[in-house]
């Protein structure tokens, strides 16, 4: 029904900054909230961002508060990841998402999943 595709992955260096894009195709008609996972070497995906649908409402993990920001523009069925002061545990596969919710909080009800881009962080 939906079709999530992140771009803007690279390698940066520590204190450094990095955009992330995710196009979403499909029934993008419907209003999802839209997030974004990560996961680490050696860990579990775990939640970075969030934002709904008319993007009044957005929530971050604790570990990126106040240096990553999450945005959306509707019209071009685009969120973004600006993610600014760069740390070597950034690195990390980020994953696009979607659900029929208000905002995503757990990722436990997320509908569909991108196929991840590649973050890596240099110290």
């Known amino acids: 029904q939906v079709q999530l595709v992140e771009s803007g992955g690279g390698l940066v260096q520590a204190g450094g900054s990095l955009g992330l894009s995710c196009a979403a195709s499909?029934?993008?008609?419907?209003?999802?909230?839209m997030g974004w996972f990560r996961q680490r070497p050696g860990k579990e995906r775990e939640f970075v961002a969030s934002i709904s649908w008319s993007g009044g409402t957005t929530r971050y993990a604790d570990s990126v508060k106040g240096r990553f920001t999450i945005s959306r523009d509707n019209a071009k069925n685009t969120i973004y990841l600006q993610m600014n002061s760069l740390k070597p545990e950034d690195t990390a596969v980020y994953y696009c998402?979607?659900?029929?919710?208000?905002?995503?909080?757990?990722?436990?009800?997320?509908?569909?999943w991108g196929q991840g881009t590649q973050v890596t962080v240099s110290s």
């Open positions: 499909g029934r993008t008609f419907s209003r999802y909230a």
């Open positions: 998402s979607a659900e029929t919710a208000l905002i995503i909080s757990t990722g436990r009800n997320v509908d569909y």
